[in-house]
């Protein structure tokens, strides 16, 4: 079974940064979009950002300027850099893959693989 692991999750204050990281497969990395969802409690899962290797990444309104996505090809490791945080920010958050077009990377049931995820707790 696929594993994506994510680590780096934590309670920070707002304004502070996090770096997320997931570790995937090396056959999933290098052919897959990888992408990072989070989901609040009682609230649906949401996208944040994908990238496909070569390719411009995309983001969701709600990160963008704040957020980054890039990806290690060396170590098969994608990230999630996370800067100025609000408590907004606080979810689970979600490693997935996914071969489906552009078009749809903002949609959750087109990912193919996805990981147990990581609590992101942004409070003073």
């Given at each position: ?85 609000k ?19 903002r949609?959750?049931g087109?990912?193919?693989y ?11």
């Open positions: 079974q696929v594993q994506l692991a994510e680590s780096g999750g934590g309670l920070v204050q707002p304004g502070d940064s996090l770096r997320l990281s997931c570790a995937a497969p090396e056959h999933i990395f290098r052919g897959y979009t990888m992408a990072w969802f989070r989901q609040a409690p009682g609230k649906e899962r949401d996208f944040v950002a994908a990238q496909r290797s070569g390719t411009y990444p995309l983001y969701a309104d709600s990160v963008k300027g704040r957020f980054t996505i890039s990806r290690d090809n060396a170590k098969n490791t994608v990230f999630l850099q996370m800067n100025s945080l408590p907004e920010d606080t979810a689970v958050y979600y490693c997935a893959a996914t071969r489906t077009i552009r078009s749809s990377w949609e959750v087109r990912y193919d996805w990981g147990q995820g990581t609590q992101v707790t942004v409070s003073s």
